[in-house]
């Protein structure tokens, strides 16, 4: 780790301004140092230089033996500035107290702040003053702070302390640096579709993130930690036998503006499956965790606020296929599965109608009672039904009345069936 020094705003507190102060306060910032590159430059044997630029890089020390015409060298070079600070970095300082002065110094207290745009944090590891501090000798300590905020931080130092003749001494340095975003992220939902019903409770998330620093980054993780409500799974890898293959390949570098796209699949867990009044309105789906490292292994983290969505409306009742064949034969009777579930806030005394259609013929009894239904409950209901015309077919014709309310619903185009004639032998 090396060190570069703090910009001083130039701006310190001093109860007397006229009169010098015995010791001196040093702040600089530890970061680690980059790899050394070089430029090399070399000619063909035919040309004036000959081997001479051959000759010259051989010796250079910067290079490496062997492979002296590879850009990377085998040093290391130590910071020249103060560099930038993203968000979800570390940030880390070196502080140090020397006494200046010919005389020893009593109670030495020093404080490290970090003043934010909406909070002050103490950064100091200790409070606890020193008792004595002898001419020419510090006190010293490193300071670590996961940056959190984006926008302008004042890191402010104070050292207070006693003289010989016991006057109490106070001053205090402001130093200020900007924290920067180092990654955009951008999220969209996708509510699945079924051929059992048009919606369905499983829903996708592509979340697009970006590198908008100036240097690569080694994307160490990606993840989605959902809500208590949805199970996650996540589609950034293909199976190939026991193993699972990124689907960026082996190197998960992102280079700078360049932009990956993530995406999970999320489906309500039974519990809450089952209450169709919970998973309605403004649901929170989870937060993206987001680990990376940068030059020489200096990691990074970030997560995003609660992602929400509007889930899908259903109305007042909704009716959703659980099971039907994919391929039924002409004029042969076949069953579906529906599952009735009363989305409202009231109970309803529910009465079924099935409706022909040109090519969808009913089988049993409509205008049947159901009977009363309470809020968020649901029921399975199986019904037999036959097709007059080859090709896609639509299940159409599905009626249900609230008597209470003197309601109708109208269900239509709910799935699709193939139907193929009798002599063909449909796939299973």
Not at 116 to 134: E, F, H, I
Not at 377 to 404: A, E, I, N, P
Request: hydrophobic content about 35%.
């Amino acid at each position: 780790m090396q060190g570069k020094g703090l910009q001083d705003t130039g701006k310190m507190d001093m109860p007397l301004p006229k009169q010098e102060h015995l010791l001196a306060l040093k702040v600089m910032r530890l970061t680690k140092p980059t790899l050394f590159t070089n430029v090399p430059v070399t000619c063909e044997d035919r040309d004036l230089p000959g081997d001479l630029f051959d000759h010259l890089l051989k010796e250079d020390p910067s290079t490496v033996k062997g492979a002296e015409l590879l850009n990377l060298g085998e040093m290391l070079t130590l910071p020249q500035n103060f560099g930038n600070i993203f968000l979800g970095e570390t940030f880390s300082s070196y502080i140090s107290v020397h006494n200046d002065s010919s005389q020893v110094v009593k109670d030495i207290v020093v404080k490290a702040d970090l003043q934010t745009s909406s909070q002050r944090l103490n950064l100091s590891a200790s409070n606890a003053a020193v008792s004595d501090l002898k001419p020419d000798c510090c006190i010293d300590d490193v300071i670590h702070h996961e940056v959190k905020e984006i926008g302008t931080h004042i890191l402010v130092c104070a050292v207070s302390y006693t003289t010989q003749t016991g006057e109490k001494m106070y001053f205090r340095k402001f130093f200020k640096f900007q924290v920067l975003k180092p990654l955009d992220v951008k999220t969209k939902f996708y509510n699945a579709e079924s051929d059992l019903s048009s919606v369905t409770d499983e829903v996708f998330l592509e979340a697009q993130i970006q590198n908008i620093t100036t240097s690569p980054m080694f994307m160490e993780k990606v993840s989605l930690e959902p809500s208590i409500m949805y199970s996650v799974t996540e589609l950034n890898a293909v199976n190939k036998g026991d193993e699972g293959i990124s689907t960026f390949g082996k190197m998960t570098y992102l280079q700078p503006l360049d932009t990956r796209q993530y995406l999970y699949s999320l489906k309500p867990k039974p519990e809450f499956a089952e209450k169709a009044g919970v998973i309605k309105g403004v649901t929170v789906i989870g937060k993206l965790d987001i680990v990376w490292k940068t030059n020489l292994g200096e990691r990074g983290r970030l997560q995003t606020s609660q992602l929400q969505r509007m889930a899908p409306g259903y109305g007042d009742v909704r009716l959703s296929l659980e099971a039907i064949p994919d391929t039924v034969n002409l004029e042969e009777p076949f069953d579906i599965t529906c599952k009735i579930t009363n989305c409202s806030e009231r109970t309803m005394d529910l009465v079924l109608e099935m409706c022909n259609t040109n090519s969808i013929h009913w089988c049993g009894v409509s205008g049947r009672q159901l009977g009363k239904l309470s809020p968020s409950s649901s029921l399975h209901l199986s019904l037999k039904l036959l097709t007059s015309v080859q090709g896609l077919q639509s299940v159409s014709g599905l009626r249900l009345t609230d008597t209470f309310l003197k309601r109708t619903y109208e269900y239509d185009d709910i799935a699709h069936v193939c139907v193929v004639s009798s002599h063909l032998k449909p796939e299973s």
